[in-house]
């Protein structure tokens, strides 16, 4: 499976951005996707996670209540909505797919068989 992301930008403090994953070379339907971020000097750490059935979904602390992640199966596509940003919400956010049999998202980053190239979201104070 291939993942591409999208929707980076430069942005001010409380404004929104919807970042795009589209997924090529399997469906989406059976995939666990997850968003993580990356900033400069930092671990990657898990953002969102939304199992393959769309009532599942899962969010770190630090974004619970300002980012929503959701699915258009048909698709193939994963977004996260992401509002009152923050300028440490300034990362370069990675979209990625697994593919096991598992229920719920997994936090962990090596649970993940396949990764986007990366989008830069900075905000700016």
């Known amino acids: 499976v291939q993942l591409q992301a999208s929707g980076g930008g430069l942005v001010q403090v409380g404004d929104s951005l919807r970042l795009s994953c589209t997924t090529s070379g399997g469906a989406l339907g059976g995939l666990l996707m997850a968003w993580f971020r990356q900033a400069p000097g930092k671990d990657r750490e898990f953002v969102a996670g939304?199992?393959?059935?769309?009532?599942?979904?899962d969010y770190s602390d630090s974004v619970r209540g300002r980012f929503t992640i959701s699915r258009e199966n048909a698709k193939n596509t994963v977004y996260s909505q992401m509002d009152i940003l923050r300028p440490e919400d300034t990362a370069v956010y990675y979209c990625?797919?697994?593919?096991?049999?598992?229920?719920?998202?997994?936090?962990?980053?090596?649970?993940?068989?396949?990764w986007g190239q990366g989008t830069l979201v900075t905000v700016s104070s």
């Open positions: 939304s199992g393959w059935r769309r009532d599942i979904t």
């Open positions: 990625a797919a697994d593919r096991s049999l598992r229920y719920d998202p997994s936090r962990d980053p090596s649970a993940y068989d396949s």
